[in-house]
């Protein structure tokens, strides 16, 4: 019997596809997520939007906010750690969160490295805004990737560059000729086995959701028919007029995600959705999506 | 042979994947109208929660239970294998309820507990079957017509009854596809 091999986190990852992984600060929100048919929740001390409005250094959650999440859902509870912050994945680890995300939405604790996430048992997921920088976090051991997005804004432009970017360089690469291959992952700076992979399969080696301004059901069905496997969702949900609502109506949008019929109905009084944040008036340092190497 | 992969959430293409690979003409489910064309379905893994609150939401949960009770066969793999189950220890969630059972989620632990192992089945054959099971679930206790299949630490975690085949783990994270074939077998009696 192996526990933490790459298959058991990769899969896990494959279990959640479809789904709907919801951003919550506490057990009633996480309670509200599950009862909406959240596939998982990622529990916070704070949603991006606040973390921007705040500033200064955002960190890993406090232990007991995510404990009291985990005792009152059955679904899967990620947290996020600092990128290079090993210590506090350790902790997430110890507290038994079921998925780490070493997120550009905190502070980064390393500005040249990320965590070696072949050392641990829990399986991490990991942001990327293009091909190159998902092989890196695979080659480190993350066994599910995300767009970066643009975090907190409630803005899906940056999230649909993303995944524009890492499905038109999947392209590219099958296109290719063998004997330019390795020049092509010298290029994306991605290790070459990890290249020949995705090129094979026509896909990343792993599952990739969405995340950063997803704000609405149509938002959501966007990135699905962009070819992401899944939603994560920010601020999007509680820092709407209706969360309950619009919870539900995010998850049936990413189920029927082909069915504009659907999308129509599921989008009907949904009340006020977060209030967004036009990405050029954010100065190029604030911006979220840099930090990772 | 036509089978019905259920697509709401979760696993569902690598499903479709292995039973192409097995020769069965595919079908994605969403909508109940979809159930008519199909001789059997496959739930697959995911969350349970998630998955049953769409099949009642989107009118799946009553049409599937007519299809099983006109003779349609199904599968269930892990999150699919509780919703199949009467009875879910401390939960009132949202089941299918067709398969005389118990089942307990996350049964093994969270995450990291989540593991690989290989188990013999007489059913499928000389050679250990590569079990993946993640956050999974055992079954606890069966009725009298049911037929358990395999354990794990002395728990069910393959058992069929009639019409009906669950898994606690999953197959289709592999390529050993002698489950699915047995299904589709099931189909053809």
Known sequence: ?293 | MRIGVLALQGAFREHRRMLEACGAEVVEIRKPEELDEVQGLIIPGGESTTIGKLMIEWGLMDKIKTRYNQGMAIYGTCAGMILLCKEIVSSNQPRLALLDATVQRNAFGRQRESFEADLTVPEFGADPVKAVFIRAPFIEQVGPGVNVMAKVKDKVVIAREGNLLVTAFHPELTDDNRIHKYFISMLKK
């Open chain 1, 1 to 293: 019997m192996q526990q933490g091999t790459f298959r058991v986190k990769a899969g896990l990852a494959e279990m959640l596809k479809g789904g709907v992984i919801m951003d919550v600060t506490t057990p009633e929100q996480a309670k509200i997520a599950e009862e909406a048919g959240a596939c998982a929740v990622m529990a916070l001390e704070r949603v991006p939007a606040d973390i921007r409005a705040a500033g200064g250094v955002a960190r890993m959650a406090d232990p007991t906010i995510i404990q009291r999440i985990m005792e009152v859902v059955s679904i899967p509870v990620m947290a996020k750690a600092r990128i290079g912050h090993f210590v506090e994945a350790q902790i997430l680890e110890s507290l038994g969160a079921d998925y780490i995300d070493e997120s550009e939405v905190l502070t980064p604790a390393d500005d040249k490295y990320h965590i070696n996430k072949h050392n641990f048992k829990v399986p991490f997921v990991c942001g990327a805004k293009n091909l190159g920088e998902a092989l890196r976090r695979i080659g480190e051991g993350a066994a599910m990737i995300r767009t970066k997005g643009e975090p907190g804004t409630g803005n899906v432009v940056e999230a649909v560059k993303h995944i524009r970017m890492v499905m038109s360089e999947i392209r590219m690469l099958q296109n290719l000729p063998i004997e330019e291959v390795s020049s092509f992952a010298k290029n994306i700076a991605a290790p070459l086995e990890l290249v020949l992979e995705t090129r094979k399969l026509g896909r990343l080696p792993v599952v990739n959701f969405a995340a950063g301004g997803i704000a609405t059901p149509a938002d959501a069905a966007l990135m699905m028919q962009l070819g992401c496997d899944g939603i994560f969702v920010g601020s999007g949900v509680f820092k709407s007029g209706d969360p309950v609502k619009r919870a539900k109506a995010i998850v049936s949008a990413t189920t029927y995600y082909n069915d504009p019929k659907v999308l129509a109905e599921v989008s009907k009084d949904l009340g006020e959705a977060m209030i967004g944040i036009e990405i050029s008036t954010i100065p190029a340092n604030e911006r979220m999506q840099e930090r990772g190497w």
